[in-house]
């Protein structure tokens, strides 16, 4: 009974017009005296930060901040492919015919969580990780490979939570939310970079001006509140580092594995 009223309320609530509100007050001058409790509340390391508290002007200005130079190493080897965020693993392996299995408990079809997209063909039986930023995490999303840019798709949908309840106990909420999806191309073959938004996020942003041509570790994108990224790596294109499992903390630029 619990689990099917807090559902209910869930789905109550993942409205885009209440993220509309919620994200217009975090944009707004009123938030900034909640800068120093959400930092607090949530143990974010504000000497990270590249500015110091005070200098933020909204709550959404600091939770998408950069950090300060040098914090975060990109691996520099040639066929790495590296964390494009801050996260926790909730989910790691191989694609089966076209299916992501056991995402806490859930399978997702990669032709759904792709929006139906002709490029579904390309990782049918790849491999994939599931990455999610709490809001704790830095939240800048950054490219995993040197590449270029093919395709950039948009897929509206819902906010529901993608936090461990949300993955659990609604249904299929990485294919049902709203999604940005940049797909990239080296000599190795294609990655696709699926940004799926959350219960309050405002809005997932790409970085201006938009680059074509990017190198790894550039800046690709930024939530404005929590989320997840999924990323999706070519049929027969890739090796994951031997460790990566849910549950497995990771940091932007932390190798994940390599190309071939």
């Known amino acids: 009974m619990t689990k099917w009223l807090l559902r209910s309320m869930t789905e109550l609530s993942s409205r885009k017009w209440i993220s509309r509100i919620t994200g217009k007050f ?4 009123a938030s900034r005296r909640f800068i120093t409790r959400f930092a607090a509340a949530y143990g974010i390391k504000a000497e990270e930060a590249e500015k110091p508290l005070h200098d933020y002007k909204t709550l959404n200005e600091f939770f998408t901040r950069r950090l300060k130079p040098g ?3 990109v691996d520099e080897g040639a066929d790495s ?8 693993v909730t989910g790691a392996g191989w694609i089966s015919g076209g299916t992501i299995l056991n995402v ?10 792709l929006g139906r997209s002709p490029r579904t063909a390309n990782y049918m039986n790849g491999f994939y990780l599931v ?18 840019i093919v395709e950039r798709e948009h897929i509206a949908g819902k906010v529901y939570p993608v936090n461990d309840f949300g993955l659990r106990h609604m249904r299929r909420v990485l294919s049902r939310n709203e999604r940005l999806i940049t797909y990239m191309q080296n000599e190795h073959g294609e990655t696709a970079v699926v940004k799926v938004g959350a219960m309050n996020v405002s809005s997932i942003q790409y970085v201006q001006p938009l680059q074509n041509e990017m190198a790894k570790g550039d800046e690709l994108a930024y939530f404005e509140f929590g989320s997840t990224v999924v990323l999706l790596m070519e049929d027969g294109t890739f090796t994951p580092r031997g460790d990566i499992m849910p549950g497995v903390k990771v940091r932007m630029g932390e190798l994940l594995g390599f190309q071939h």
């Open 131 to 148: 990455l999610y930023l709490s809001p704790t995490d830095y939240h800048r999303i950054h490219t995993p490979v040197a590449g270029r």
């Open 26 to 29: 975090a944009q707004s001058a």
């Open 71 to 73: 914090l975060r190493l």
């Open 81 to 88: 492919l590296v964390s494009p965020v801050d996260a926790l």
């Open 104 to 113: 806490k408990g859930q399978d997702y079809t990669i032709d759904e969580l």
